[in-house]
Nanobody, 126 residues
Framework: QVQLVESGGGLVQAGDSLRLSCEAS????????MAWFRQAPGKERELVAG????????DYADAVKGRFTISRDNTKSMTYLQMNSLKPEDTAVYYC???????????????????WGQGTQVTVSS
């Protein structure tokens, strides 16, 4: 049973940076697509960024392109989200997700991912 634990969230000011980390336990993640989602109050959970098993492909939401970078270190079972130039509209709970079923693409719907972390709060003040 895979478990995902996020860390690195916090309260920052607009323009600041944060790096979120997701540690997987209970199994190696090197064969699986990983993703970061976020959910703001009153809104649906949305894909922020995804990365294929070997890092060969990454996808980003339009709202974060050029500011956020997803990466992974399969030797450490870690996935990261570097967030730069943060904006108040980035405020949300950020979730790490793992897709167990094989895929060549990066699914954008939350129900395509089987394992989730508990989430970490990111708050950006103006």
């Amino acid at each position: 049973q895979v478990q995902l634990v996020e860390s690195g969230g916090g309260l920052v000011q607009a323009g600041d940076s944060l790096r979120l980390s997701c540690e997987a336990s209970g199994g190696a993640i090197n064969s699986f697509t990983m993703a970061w989602f976020r959910q703001a109050p009153g809104k649906e959970r949305e894909l922020v960024a995804g990365i294929t098993w070997n890092g060969g492909r990454t996808d980003y939401a339009d709202a974060v392109k050029g500011r956020f970078t997803i990466s992974r270190d399969n030797t450490k079972s870690m996935t990261y989200l570097q967030m730069n130039s943060l904006k108040p509209e980035d405020t949300a709970v950020y979730y790490c997700a793992l897709r167990w079923k094989p895929t060549v693409s990066i699914p954008i719907q939350p129900n395509e991912y089987e394992y989730w972390g508990q989430g970490t709060q990111v708050t950006v003040s103006s």
